[in-house]
């Protein structure tokens, strides 16, 4: 084939692809897989609560299915990647059990994107999890018995490397056994016969939908993929393309739509089948700024009271950390008889600070945002400011650490006042201690730091 017309056939190839993955028909796809998940939920398990595994999740969970005290799971694809199976002491999820005990079983939805059935969190990395939770309640037990991956997806072969590696995994885990064991031993049935946790997978064109009884020996998790196999991605739909997994990555498509906003609007986005591609994308950016406006405006509404205490919680009588909300605007001279803390570390770049030079000032603000990778490396350089601010020299006074998600930047900045506090030496910090350090806060709250957040940490504290 002539060179020129080849690399043009492939310019062309490449814009029929990025329109086939515009807004309009993401959204879409998100709104067909949103309906799958919602009739699979009505019709076979009612009674089972429903989450999202975060982040791509949430897309697919109806607001009406979710309750909200329930909170999402956090399981990586990558940790069930062929060849790079782990179990993630950065991700232990022990929150889940709780949930799951309580409730009898659980629904977890995800999706997954070019041509898989099953995404890879739910086929691998969630049987690994669970099997690794299975031998803390069952120790005598064999791997053999505690762990299951689906026949349709994950071949003998592949099953049986994983099974070998399990025991490694377990030990792995042990070491942090004292920060760890009661939490998956609590609310356990006191009988000889402790219920495992036994993994389901429900997709689009599955054949069986398991139904349980409260005698079974397990406890059922069911792992819902919401989207449909598509051989590359991609499927033609009436007045739209499907996109398999539409919901992941969506920083680099939704021009600033979320979940929330997407599901506060579900309605009208249901008739962007109607529509262009550039009309949705004009109504989606009316929506987003919207949407944003009023969330300004609710924030600066409450500027002197700018935390909750259910986003707070403490981990010594002087350290706490949490969630602030974005966009909030906060004066030093609003500062009351409430305000318990002698110093505030923001680190959220929407926050709006007004010093009051004349006092002594209690709140210190960073232009960083969790959740940000760009922000997870810039930490590196503030780090040694923000603990200069807080300790001076001296010992740790009242100190409150919030960031825009509480999973994240503030966590960071948790475990390394964790080590001064405990008069920690950077002879005796190892990656293992500050593990430890994450392991004990994720007992107080659901967090999440991104991997580049974690190696600020480990920068600072060990160099």
């Not at 033609?236 to 906003?261: C, N």
Request: net charge negative; proline share 4%; with cysteine.
């Amino acid at each position: 084939m002539d060179p020129e017309l080849k690399r043009d056939l492939e310019e062309l190839k490449k814009s029929l692809h990025s329109s086939n993955l515009s807004t309009r028909n993401r959204v879409l796809s998100i709104v067909k897989d949103s309906d799958y998940v919602n009739k699979v939920k009505e019709k076979y398990y009612p009674e089972i609560p429903v989450i999202p595994n975060d982040r791509c999740g949430r897309w697919y969970v109806d607001p009406k299915y979710y309750e909200h005290d329930l909170l999402p799971s956090y399981f990586k694809s990558t940790d069930g990647h062929t060849n790079n199976w782990s179990f993630s002491t950065r991700r232990l999820n022990l929150h889940l059990l709780s949930q799951i005990r309580e409730r009898k079983g659980i629904i977890i939805v995800d999706s997954t994107r070019r041509g898989k059935k099953i995404p890879d969190s739910f086929s691998k990395t969630v049987p690994i999890w669970i099997a690794i939770i299975n031998k803390f309640l069952i120790p005598d037990a064999s791997f053999d018995d505690l762990f299951f991956t689906p026949e349709e997806t994950v071949s003998e072969y592949e099953h049986s490397r994983i099974l070998r590696l399990l025991p490694d995994f377990y030990q792995n885990v042990v070491k942090f056994e004292d920060l760890i064991k009661d939490k998956i031993l609590a609310n356990v049935e006191k009988s000889e016969k402790r219920k495992i946790l036994k993994p389901f997978w429900i997709y689009p064109g599955c054949r069986r939908y398991p139904i349980f009884a409260e005698s079974e020996e397990y406890l059922p998790i069911i792992l819902l993929s919401a989207s449909e196999q598509s051989q590359d991605g991609e499927n033609k739909m009436f007045g739209y393309t499907y996109v398999q997994g539409a919901g992941d990555d969506h920083e680099l498509w939704s021009r600033g739509l979320s979940p929330e906003i997407f599901w506060s609007k579900y309605e009208e986005i249901t008739d962007f089948i109607n529509i262009t591609d550039h009309q949705a994308d004009e109504i989606i950016d009316e929506i987003v700024t919207n949407a944003k406006q009023k969330e300004s405006v609710s924030a600066n509404g409450n500027a002197s009271k700018f935390w909750r205490s259910e986003d707070i919680v403490k981990v010594t009588e002087i350290l706490h950390f949490g969630k602030i909300d974005k966009n909030l605007s906060f004066k030093e001279t609003e500062i009351d008889d409430a305000f318990d803390f002698d110093k505030v570390i923001v680190l959220d770049s929407s926050f709006n600070h007004q010093v009051e030079h004349e006092k002594e000032q209690r709140v210190f603000a960073f232009d960083l945002d969790s959740g940000s990778k760009k922000s997870s490396k810039r930490l590196r350089s503030v780090l040694s400011d923000i603990m200069e601010l807080l300790t001076g020299g001296s010992d740790l006074r009242k100190t409150l650490i919030v960031c825009n998600s509480g999973e994240d930047l503030s966590v960071a900045v948790a475990i390394c006042c964790l080590n001064h506090i405990n008069g920690m030496d950077k002879r005796t910090i190892t990656k293992e201690t500050i593990r430890r350090d994450l392991i004990r806060l994720m007992g107080l709250r659901k967090v999440n730091p991104q991997r580049a957040t974690l190696n600020a940490v480990n920068a600072f504290l060990m160099s």
